[in-house]
T-cell receptor, first 113, second 109 residues
Framework: NAGVMQNPRHLVRRRGQEARLRCSPM?????VYWYRQLPEEGLKFMVY????????ESGMPKERFSAEFPKEGPSILRIQQVVRGDSAAYFC???????????FGPGTRLTVL | GIQVEQSPPDLILQEGANSTLRCNFS?????LQWFHQNPWGQLINLFY???GTKQNGRLSATTVATERYSSLYISSSQTTDSGVYFC???????????FGTGTRLQVTL
């Protein structure tokens, strides 16, 4: 029973490029969450999605960031025109229902040069 | 949103020692999880514990929701316990987890 999968594990982008981070939830899970961890800090919630719906995006920066969870395929976190301050570890989590235990993927470490 | 405080922020233990990590939160919760982030950055689920007490091997956790705290007890610590321990309660009306700043544990020989 595979856990939450994220790819790529490491991503290097130059300022101004786009970054696409992918997350496949655990089998049977339809709730996906994205969190960001800046260096030496705790994780901060970004967005909560169910299939084809954004439920809570209160933690998403207002510009350049977007997320989707289509009917088929993985959830995507997209960062346009990346800046150095976007360098962080981005974690995806999934759960079976909205108030169930969340399981985390290995994270994608984004470095912006 | 919920405020989460973890203590102590840093902890050094000699192998074999016991310790208790504390997590205080400011509001009612419907979910609380403890995680261990190992030195490679992976987040490992330790406990899903919105209330009550659970034990798993050398670790146990207790959450008293009415008093707005949770604690994690580590017995007979090992060097592999090193890393950062995060407490993350879930908002009473939403599903997102709010992470504390963590307790950084180093277990020495």
């Amino acid at each position: 029973n595979a856990g939450v999968m994220q790819n790529p594990r490491h991503l290097v982008r130059r300022r101004g490029q786009e970054a696409r981070l992918r997350c496949s939830p655990m089998k049977g899970h339809s709730h996906v969450y994205w969190y960001r961890q800046l260096p030496e800090e705790g994780l901060k919630f970004m967005v909560y999605l169910q299939k084809e719906n954004i439920i809570d995006e209160s933690g998403m920066p207002k510009e350049r960031f977007s997320a989707e969870f289509p009917k088929e395929g993985p959830s995507i976190l997209r960062i346009q025109q990346v800046v150095r301050g976007d360098s962080a570890a981005y974690f995806c989590a999934s759960s079976k229902t909205s108030d169930n235990e969340q399981f985390f993927g290995p994270g994608t470490r984004l470095t912006v040069l | 949103g919920i405020q989460v405080e973890q203590s102590p922020p840093d902890l050094i233990l000699q192998e074999g020692a016991n310790s208790t990590l504390r997590c205080n939160f400011s509001d009612s919760v419907n979910n609380l999880q403890w995680f261990h982030q190992n030195p490679w950055g992976q987040l490992i689920n330790l406990f899903y514990i919105p209330s009550g007490t659970k034990q798993n091997g050398r670790l146990s956790a207790t959450t008293v929701a009415t008093e707005r705290y949770s604690s994690l007890y580590i017995s007979s610590s090992q060097t592999t316990d090193s890393g950062v321990y995060f407490c993350a309660p879930g908002d009473g009306t939403a599903s997102k987890l709010t992470f504390g700043t963590g307790t950084r544990l180093q277990v020495t020989l």
